[in-house]
Antibody, heavy 126, light 113 residues
Framework: EVQLVQSGAEVKKPGESLKISCEAS????????IGWVRHMPGKGLEWMGI????????TYSPSFQGQVTISADKSISTAYLQWSSLKPSDTAMYYC???????????????????WGQGTTVTVSS | DIVMTQSPDSLAVSLGERATINCKSS????????????LAWYQQKPGQPPKLLIY???TRESGVPDRFSGSGSGTDFTLTINSLQAEDVAVYYC?????????FGQGTKLEIK
């Protein structure tokens, strides 16, 4: 079964660092883009950025560039989202999701997010 | 960046009736090389992650009931839910994956009238 399993809920203080994880199974981790999506309370979904675990190529949304770091460890099929200094405004649910893909000629095109993790709640409060 | 705008923000429909949600992109998301629109629709129920319903604007994901259908091309898209069921109460999002950032619409909350 193809699945993404995320790490558990976190409660942190402003200024603290945090790294949450997303473990993939059931498919070849290194050959699909994985993305992170923020869902703030009462708000919509926000695409934060993606990583291609095969070569760690990473793309960030301008809204999140410099605010978070996306990484992956292909030896354990796990992607990460990390903060160096949390703010109360980082309080949200965070999802990882796999971009499906298809090959057009020699070009690999990203498709929709077909597999989602269960989400990790991050609460930042003093 | 491509901006996705959904309408309406909320919608109340009677059981058994049709629900229609619109999504507009700020620029075309039609990929000319394969003539496919890079648009997806997701359903999110409370306490659950989003679930993929439709991709390439009109292709149903495996296991999605056929009362869900997607249409449109270029910049204007529609999600139609025929014969609304109680379990369809959710927030629905469109998303473009034509270019990064792959932005979502703001969401449409669907309720039973």
């Amino acid at each position: 079964e193809v699945q993404l399993v995320q790490s558990g809920a976190e409660v942190k203080k402003p200024g603290e660092s945090l790294k949450i994880s997303c473990e993939a199974s059931g498919y070849t981790f290194t050959t699909y883009w994985i993305g992170w999506v923020r869902h703030m309370p009462g708000k919509g979904l926000e695409w934060m950025g993606i990583i291609y675990p095969g070569d760690s190529d990473t793309t960030y949304s301008p809204s999140f560039q410099g605010q978070v770091t996306i990484s992956a460890d292909k030896s354990i099929s796990t992607a990460y989202l990390q903060w160096s200094s949390l703010k109360p405004s980082d309080t949200a649910m965070y999802y990882c999701a796999r971009h499906n893909q298809h090959l057009l000629g020699t070009t690999l095109l990203r498709d929709a997010f077909d597999i989602w993790g269960q989400g990790t709640t991050v609460t930042v409060s003093s | 960046d491509i901006v996705m705008t959904q309408s309406p923000d909320s919608l109340a429909v009677s059981l058994g009736e049709r629900a229609t949600i619109n999504c507009k992109s700020s620029q075309s998301i039609l990929y000319s090389s394969n003539n496919k629109d890079f648009l997806a629709w997701y359903q999110q129920k409370p306490g659950q992650p989003p679930k993929l319903l439709i991709y390439w604007a009109s292709t149903r994901e495996s296991g999605v009931p056929d009362r869900f259908s997607g249409s449109g091309s270029g910049t204007d898209f529609t999600l139609t839910i025929n014969s609304l069921q109680a379990e369809d109460v959710a927030v629905y999002y469109c998303q473009q994956y034509f270019s990064s950032p792959c932005n979502f619409g703001q969401g449409t909350k669907l309720e039973i009238k």
